[in-house]
């Protein structure tokens, strides 16, 4: 029987719970971070390792790129031997990526450390969220997975906040550094106030899925961002694989019967391309402030307030708005007011329309974080929650590294007229900015009339 014993089964959580949610906070806080705290130190570590423009897209890209790849994996790998063991050993991983990208003398080593953090990372995103739906009784799990998912979004935010802070005194690899006290914090209290949850019917890890998955994913992805169809191919013949060999399994690493709920199959889709849309946009803003501004990292860092303020407002107002409101009615209106930011964006041609069109589509991305997460944790059940959490988690990294992977490519196309990027000149930068956000505000218009449609009386 499944091993239970130690999560909350009362009808509300204690203060060990909610003591606990804040421990979880600090991966949760940090994964998002370190997904976007590097785009301020971009300039300095361009000016320092000079990397190629194709060196440049995979620093940035590859942590996202093998957290995609790896979560599937890790998800299921922490139903079994122990959501809160895989937790902790994915922490101590990630401390020590950190301190070797910080001090990376070279692109190629920073790369392979960015690497290493998203393998890491992909540990722990999972056992949080899985954590959390066995740590709160049904009642209060949605407010629970708000909170997470407004931490998830403010740690999007404050990123280059707190990267523009460390970069005002310090050198680019402090902003790596960053997660050595979070995962210390984490190490020495997560045994004492996280629960321990594992699924004692569960199999053995079937190898051959994980071989099949991280072979279906990451030729898919580096398909998207080299423009290689051949490598696409591969993954979608290995993707096929997978699927087939899970169907037979009595025991899958992903449980394919999740895709028969339309809100699990519907909040995928959206959380794949609202941060496709997010990915592709995000450096552009971000240099935009540096590059065409001239603003020191921490002006730029403040100039961003207003979007994180939006962003962490309208998640935590989501959970009460959903005691009201269906989640096509949130999620489809979020998006909408997105799609306005973007098309701000697309117009921009000064500072003050840049931070309205920004703040806009964090005020839009909110809700869209909060309830589409709650939608798919909750429609799996307690002993799948990892595999759940992993597929929600898998959606967002897989959008932000496509988003990068893609609409980068494309906007670089447009502001360097086969310049490096960071050599751009202001009014050639702009435009780039312009075309991506552009895209952006179609697919954000598109899914959220889709939304409508499909969540309709859901």
Not at 95 to 108: G, R, V
Not at 261 to 286: C, E, K, N
Not at 385 to 414: D, Y
Not at 420 to 437: H, R
Request: glycine share 10%; charged share 10%.
């Amino acid at each position: 029987m499944k091993d239970t014993a130690t999560t909350t089964t009362a009808s509300s959580a204690g203060a060990r719970e909610w003591i606990g949610l804040a421990v979880l906070a600090l991966p949760t806080l940090l994964l998002a971070m370190d997904a976007t705290v590097l785009y301020l130190a971009v300039p300095h570590l361009g000016a320092d390792l000079r990397p190629t423009d194709t060196e440049l897209l995979w620093i940035v890209d590859s942590y996202g790129f093998m957290v995609a790849g790896f979560l599937v994996t890790m998800g299921t790998l922490g139903d079994r031997i122990g959501r809160r063991k895989l937790l902790m050993i994915g922490a101590a991983a990630f401390a020590a990526a950190s301190t070797l990208a910080a001090f990376a003398p070279d692109p190629l080593l920073l790369i392979l450390a960015r690497g290493l953090l998203g393998v890491a990372g992909a540990t722990l995103g999972p056992s949080t969220l899985a954590l959390i739906s066995t740590m709160f009784p049904p009642g209060q799990r949605a407010f629970a997975i708000g909170l997470w998912a407004t931490c998830f979004s403010a740690g999007i935010a404050l990123g280059p906040i707190v990267g523009g802070l460390l970069l005002e005194w310090f050198w680019w690899g402090s902003v790596f550094l960053l997660a050595v006290p979070f995962m210390a914090v984490l190490l020495l209290t997560g045994p004492f106030l996280l629960p321990e949850f594992r699924d004692t019917e569960a199999g053995k890890l079937d190898l051959t899925s994980v071989f099949l998955s991280l072979a279906a994913v990451l030729p898919v992805i580096y398909g998207i961002k080299q423009h290689g169809s051949f490598t696409i191919v591969v993954g979608l013949v290995f993707g096929v694989l997978f699927v087939r060999r899970q169907r037979k399994l009595a025991d899958p690493l992903l449980d394919l019967r999740m895709f028969g709920s339309r809100s699990f199959s519907v909040a995928l889709m959206v959380q794949v391309f609202t941060m496709t849309t997010i990915g592709g946009i995000y450096l552009f803003v971000t240099q935009y402030m540096q590059l065409v501004q001239d603003f020191t990292p921490l002006v730029a860092g403040l100039w961003l307030m207003p979007s994180a303020v939006a962003l962490v407002i309208s998640s935590l107002a989501t959970p009460k708005l959903a005691e009201r409101l269906s989640p096509a009615k949130i999620v489809g209106a979020a998006l909408a007011v997105a799609a306005i930011g973007y098309a701000v964006l697309a117009a921009a041609n000064g500072l003050a329309m840049v931070v309205l069109g920004f703040s806009l589509l964090y005020l839009g991305t909110g809700p869209v974080m909060a309830l589409g997460t709650d939608l798919v944790i909750g429609t799996a059940p307690v002993e799948k929650a990892g595999s759940a959490a992993a597929m929600s988690e898998t959606a967002m990294e897989f959008g932000i590294a496509f988003g990068v992977g893609v609409l980068g490519v494309v906007g670089t196309a447009v502001a360097t007229n086969g310049e490096p990027l960071l050599d751009s000149a202001p009014a050639e930068f702009i435009s780039g900015l312009n075309v991506v956000a552009l895209l952006c505000a179609m697919i954000t218009a598109v899914l959220s009339v889709l939304v409508f449609r499909l969540l309709k009386g859901k």
